[in-house]
């Protein structure tokens, strides 16, 4: 069963769709517009296409403060900003803590006990509130957001189908804190929105905002006024679209992809986020080098050890690949042999160069969809943002090849950009803006 069998490794991946040569860019996309589609017309679609209704042609009066929630992957962070009058943000008293729901689940009093404990001794600086709730929600003309379901391993039931503003203003009135006013929007909408001052400078056509980290989502500006799904549209005709575009899934998955999601706390849900966010590489690396040692690929001491592994660090491993010289946790121990740990590498780097090109695909549609770019001079700002994209090992050099490749057979141009703490540069600007 185990012992060093020599076999084509990237063959095998291939066979098992996790490589980018198993895809046809085209076929990925034509799925990709089609589920947008559908979900604009309010059809059944695995692209939840929620609008914003936060428009992105606003004035934010500097030194006004807002207070600023940032719930993102892993973490809260909650504190004051505000802009000076070069248009740079100023941010002060933020706290960071750990959101509830991660390790263990909680309540909807737990969640809120934490944002305002940290909103209360602030209250006499705010009066508005944007929080960037990086989440699956509904987004309601009130600005509130109505959460549609957890994802990132998060659990909290009873926030499910709860509106997360009026919860908030709730807690805060019962602390005594009255008067406030929120604003939800998603951490991509956030991250499109930060975008804005470098946008304009080199007189963008139109604005993306792209997340890929602990989880991935995309959203864009759609023009067409003939959705069914969307009620209204602001002032300018336009509406930012909150793509969720984790949950894409007309796309072919392997056995092990399959086998992997099944594992996963939301099996069948968010199955494109599982091919290329940061949470999930690693393990999705480990199912299938635990297949490559039942195939006999790997020594027998390397086997013997993965058989026992329950977890994969996306980190260690993507340190391995890099030879960055930073720890690479249990792939360092002697179980492993050195070509044992070449056969991790070519894994990893399989799952690294899928993502690339999907991650390509997914933000090319946006753009497609979008409808702007074709003047050079006017490209659209594509805002990135994210850990993943840019720590993995040549995953950022990646997409940008293929997306190079894409957009040049379509004559769209796009310019994209990386703006510091975008998601609480985003909300700053909503929580100034979005109340009239």
């Given amino acids: 069963m185990y012992g060093e069998i020599k076999m084509d490794v990237e063959g095998w991946l291939k066979k098992q769709m996790v490589s980018a040569e198993a895809y046809d ?3 990925l996309l034509s799925g990709f517009l089609s589920e947008m589609e559908k979900g604009l017309s309010g059809a059944a679609s695995s692209l939840a296409m929620i609008p914003a209704y936060v428009g992105i042609h606003g ?6 403060p807002v207070a600023i929630i940032d719930a993102g992957g892993t973490n ?3 504190g004051i900003a505000r802009f000076n ?3 740079k943000i100023e941010l002060s008293h933020f706290t960071k803590q750990p959101i509830p729901g991660r390790d263990h689940e ?9 944002l305002v404990d940290a909103l209360e001794p602030l209250k006499d600086q705010f009066k508005n509130i944007g929080f960037c709730f990086s989440y699956p929600a509904t987004i309601l003309p009130n600005l509130d957001g109505r959460l549609l379901h957890w994802t990132k391993e998060i659990k909290i039931p009873g926030l499910v189908g709860q509106q997360i503003g009026a919860g908030l203003i709730q807690a805060l009135d019962a602390r005594g804190v009255s008067g406030k006013q929120v604003v939800i929007l998603n951490d991509t909408v956030a991250a499109l929105f930060a975008g804005l001052a470098q946008g304009k400078q080199f007189n963008a056509s139109s604005y993306v905002g792209f997340i890929l980290g602990t989880g991935t989502n995309t959203a864009y500006v759609e023009i067409n006024e003939n959705i069914g799904k ?3 549209f602001l002032d300018s005709g336009s509406q930012v679209i909150n793509v969720e575009s984790g949950g894409f899934n007309a796309f072919a998955r392997g056995p092990y992809d399959l086998r992997f999601d099944e594992r996963t706390e ?4 968010h199955v494109f986020e599982k091919t290329i966010s ?3 590489m690693g393990p999705l690396a480990l199912e299938l080098l635990k297949g490559l040692a039942d195939e006999g690929a790997l020594s027998k001491s390397g086997a013997i050890r993965l058989s026992a592994m329950t977890e994969l660090s996306t980190i260690h491993i993507d340190n391995l690949v890099s030879g960055n010289g930073l720890d690479t946790g249990v792939l360092n121990s002697d179980s492993f042999s050195d070509t044992d740990r070449e056969v991790v590498k070519t894994v990893f780097s399989a799952v690294v160069d899928r993502a690339a090109l999907l991650t390509a695909v997914n933000i090319l549609a946006v753009v497609v969809k979008g409808g702007a770019g074709q003047d050079p001079e006017r490209p659209v700002c594509v805002n990135i943002d994210g850990s993943t994209y840019y720590k993995t090992f040549r995953l950022a050099e990646k997409v940008q090849q293929h997306l190079k490749a894409l957009l040049g057979k379509r004559g769209l141009h796009i310019r994209c950009i990386q703006v510091d703490d975008a998601p609480v540069v985003g909300a700053a600007i909503a929580g100034l803006t979005a109340f009239r």
């Fill in 85 to 87: 009058e070069a248009g």
């Fill in 106 to 114: 909680s309540s909807a009093a737990e969640f809120y006990q934490v």
């Fill in 266 to 269: 939301n099996p069948g849900s």
């Fill in 59 to 64: 004035k934010v009066t500097a030194g006004k």
């Fill in 76 to 78: 809260l962070r909650i």
């Fill in 230 to 232: 969307i009620d209204s």
């Fill in 25 to 27: 860019a085209e076929l």
């Fill in 278 to 280: 940061g949470v999930y």
